[in-house]
């Protein structure tokens, strides 16, 4: 559907390329995400490194995979910070705007599942994070297919009503809101009875759980944008940026 595409098709994408995606703000997007991932994978690693209990080899493996790809994320922040790097690798860019943001997405959940693996956190706790998480990726796929079938029936174009009118796709926005606030009843029903609950344990987890979900879906809702963004910027020269020059002054 996309091979489609003409220029006056994505006009609305090439606004976006100029204005909250241009280059040098994607540059500082990095060093943002990146420093949510340094907190969450720090509090992650302290947890299990720490913990008083034995911890599973799969959330161990987990942690230090989180620990790599942080390493690898300020790699990349610092190779978009330095000269005019943002100009001249701007496809490359725009496609890890895409890896970033879905990386982001799920850095919460390391710090949920490891509180959950040394905590006395009950098995369905981190159950029911299972759930979300499996169910925010699903809800990526479906973003992107409906991101796709928008660009194609020209939403993108000048006067289109862009990636979402929210008025008219309040139905497939509250999708992840009614599935979430499901997911949290049952979760409440079935710790009602749990003695855990009144000493306090799982609460802490479950305001985790919470920001987790609100960040994925959140981010859910955004990224099929990047991800034409970035077809864009590989496919029409128009959207690659040039560094604006200072204007040389005159002596007289």
Not at 21 to 39: D, S, T
Request: charged share 15%; proline share 4%; with cysteine.
């Amino acid at each position: 559907m996309l091979n489609h595409l003409k220029e006056e098709d994505v006009v609305k994408l090439k606004v976006a390329a100029w204005d909250r995606l241009h280059p040098e703000r994607i540059a500082f997007f990095f060093w943002g995400v990146f420093i949510l991932g340094a907190v969450a994978t720090g509090v992650a690693a302290l947890a299990v490194y720490n913990s008083p209990v034995p911890v599973g080899g799969g959330l161990m493996l987990t942690v230090q995979a989180a620990v790599g790809l942080l390493v690898i994320q300020f790699i990349v922040s610092l190779f978009f910070s330095i000269g005019d790097t943002v100009y001249k690798h701007q496809k490359l860019q725009a496609v890890l705007l895409n890896v970033m943001a879905f990386k982001a997405s799920m850095d919460m959940y390391i710090v949920f599942f490891a509180l959950c693996g040394v905590r006395d956190v009950p098995g369905y706790v981190s159950d029911m994070g299972a759930v979300l998480l499996a169910g925010g990726i699903l809800y990526f796929v479906l973003s992107l297919l409906r991101g796709i079938r928008r660009a194609g029936s020209g939403s993108f174009r000048e006067g289109g009503q862009g990636l979402y009118n929210f008025r008219q796709s309040l139905v497939y926005v509250s999708i992840p809101v009614i599935f979430a606030v499901s997911v949290f009843g049952a979760l409440i029903a079935r710790s009602s009875s749990d003695l855990s609950l009144l000493t306090g344990q799982p609460v802490d987890a479950y305001m985790l759980l919470l920001l987790a979900a609100v960040l994925q879906y959140s981010i859910a809702v955004a990224w099929p944008e990047f991800v034409l963004f970035a077809y864009c910027k590989s496919r029409f020269p128009s959207f690659m940026m040039k560094k604006e020059q200072p204007a040389r002054r005159t002596l007289r």
